[in-house]
């Protein structure tokens, strides 16, 4: 079958997103008409009729406000009518924009649209995309934006197929007052060069390199996610969420599990096509989804905990193609051995996953790299001033690049053990991350990570849902960067907003100011580029997965454990206990999250020292005070622990763990004892009846993990290795 074939048979298979047919435009001056009004996301669900089509709710009903018993649990931000239908400054109705497809855009007179061929934007041009602009089923070559030009998507369905993307200027689709409310796709393709081995590509590989700005902004969902405000059981097609939605029929959603474990081979995370949404009163915020089924389990909702109810689908999605991203290293599914009583994650397995990445990195890093050894100095222009350097100078890499993403879905991203190639990177953007933010956005079926923050500070990571994640999901790389004194030059070039990158081939070339009158002086190198001040509020991550065999603990009763070291199957060590929160640095913001699964909830391993490329930094990560962290829940974690609330009661074959209450706490292999650390244990090792309940809803252990060490083999080593050992020497 020819490749254009396949495609269009594997999308209608899949329903991947809604397949534009191929096609060119009518005519060199076309233009996309503008979407009504009623195309809009409305501003909530429609109230129920007087007769209820669903039927009667069990209760008490839980709302936002009796969520848990210990703690308020923040709700997310609530948005004015005028937010889902109020359009302002659209970057697609500029009137000096020049078409894609008319021949007198391109300097040889040809709309680039043949597969495979690598394409750059005309400097000093926005170019704007349209639906007919290029064929759905054609897969383009690398496609480079200079750093003077934009490429501008109206706002008309639209499907791009690509090997990759270099940003040096802007890649816009809507912006922060013009959110789009076409279906807009931007698939990106590639083959994993090697089957397992961490390997380093470009950037732009299989993926958007920014070195410039990209804006993403679709429609706007609000509330991303919510929790149930009654029980579902099995055979429900009806479920009840504590806050009002605007999600519309034919979307995709997510029940996340209540149960214990939380793994590929058994989980009980659900995802259904919505029916409708109505609000159930009119003075009440309850608000009823049905779906398009019936669901297979229980997903409890009570005083102590509720599951979450979130929405994945977006009207803009950008994803790794579905020809070439899935692993092909699948089966087994899970193994097994002689000591754990259940099934865990092979080491050799799900580690070819090789789907799509967005790297926001600073301006001239990119530049320097892809330049180095074609020019002897690279110009940076600012917005007030120009300066020349040579292209090796490390601290080109404190030059910032800007990232914003609303109402996102990124699909079959992330490239397993390839460092660096996460859904979404902020890479050493430092003091630029108060530009940047990622909100109101999906990230499922991730084969590495959900956001990575880099040697970036003040970014804002907000409302976004993460589901089926390999590895740590919301993640803080190296826990502080800092630039050596000597990195600094006398330029004053921090703070500056670097606009545009390029080269030159001698150092008298003009212009080249070595003064920059609006800039601050650099920091001093103990607060330069820092992971800090970032705000991480509202987010979701379940179901994560570990890489290969959980540690053992039970010999060593969560204390002294193995160390773990960095391997071709294992790029980051601390992945054996993946988790939906990464913090090496706890000088951050979280609030109101959300983590279901993984190893732990929130894990904060202790680093003595900056790993990757802080290697060196005279700073100590662990000893950096918490800035916020308030108002986070976790569920369903822990199940990996044998000494902090798991209960290994014939854990291999009923993964619910049914519990039979015994006299003592005592393990005993192959017995029915159930062997718990769980605070409702007398001193006599009896289980009260109201704890029973309590695990028989399906508890949660390690929630928080403080502990852990990550470090270098030795100092003359680049190999990391984890010991996930609360009780490791010199650490807590």
Sequence with gaps: MHVRSFIAAALTATGAFQLVAAQTCSSSTFHDPEPTLSTAPASGPALAGAISPFPTPRVPWIMSNNASEVAYLPVQQRFPSSAFTTRTGCPHLQSNLKLWHDPATWANGVVPIAAGVDITLPANTQVLISSCSIPSDVVLGVITVPATSSLIFADAPINIRTMGMKVYGSL????????????????????????????????????????????????????????????????????????????????????????????????????????RVLRLYANSDITAVELSGPVLYRHYAGPEYQAEVALLSRRITVQGSELDS????????????????????????????????????????????????????????????????????????????????????????????????????????????????????????????????????????????????????????????????????????????????????????????????HCRTPPSPSTALQEEKNVIESNLASLVHLFGKPPNDMDAGGQFMGWTTQSDWLALPADIAASGFYITNPANTFTGNSAVGGWSGYAFPSLDAPVGLSRGVNLVPKNRPTLVFDGNSARSTGYWWSRAGVCRDNARHDPDLALRPASSCNYSEGSSACCCSWPGWNRQGTLTLSVLAQLLRWPSAGAIYFGGALEYVDSTSSLLRYNPGRSVTGRY
């Design 326 to 517: 899935e692993p092909t290293d699948n089966i087994p599914i899970s193994c097994t051995d002689n000591w754990w009583l259940t099934s865990f994650p092979c080491a050799d397995k799900f580690l070819t996953g090789y789907g799509g990445h967005i790297m926001v990195m600073g301006s001239a890093v990119r530049a320097s790299r892809e330049l180095r050894g074609q020019a002897a100095l690279l110009l940076v222009r600012f917005d007030d001033c120009s300066v020349m350097m040579p292209s090796s100078t490390s601290a080109l890499q404190n030059l910032q690049a800007t990232g914003r993403l609303s109402g996102v879905q990124l699909y079959r991203m992330g490239q397993t053990n390839v460092k660096g190639r996460y859904p979404i990177h902020f890479h050493q953007v430092g003091e630029g991350g108060s530009r940047s933010f990622v909100q109101d956005s999906s990230i499922w079926h991730s084969f590495y990570r959900c956001v990575s923050i880099h040697g970036t500070n003040s970014t804002r990571i907000s409302r976004n849902v993460a589901h089926d994640v390999s590895g740590f999901c919301y993640y803080l790389e190296d826990g502080v960067v800092g630039a050596a004194a000597a990195d600094v030059p006398a330029l004053k070039l921090h703070g500056c907003r670097c606009w545009l990158a390029c080269w030159v081939s001698a150092p008298n070339t003009p212009p080249c100011r070595l003064d920059c009158p």
């Design 172 to 275: 816009i689709a809507g912006s922060e007052t013009c959110r789009l409310w076409s279906n807009i796709n931007i698939t990106l393709h590639g083959v994993r060069p090697q089957p397992t081995a961490i390997l380093s590509s470009n950037e732009w590989v299989k993926g958007i390199m920014v070195a410039g700005t990209i804006d993403l902004h679709g429609a706007l969902y609000s509330s991303t996610w919510s929790r149930l405000a009654s029980d579902v059981r099995p055979g429900d097609t009806w479920v009840f969420l504590q806050e009002p939605v605007n999600w519309e029929a034919g979307q995709r959603v997510l029940i996340t599990t209540t149960s214990y474990k939380d793994s590929r081979d058994y989980h009980e995370n659900e995802q259904f096509t919505i029916k």
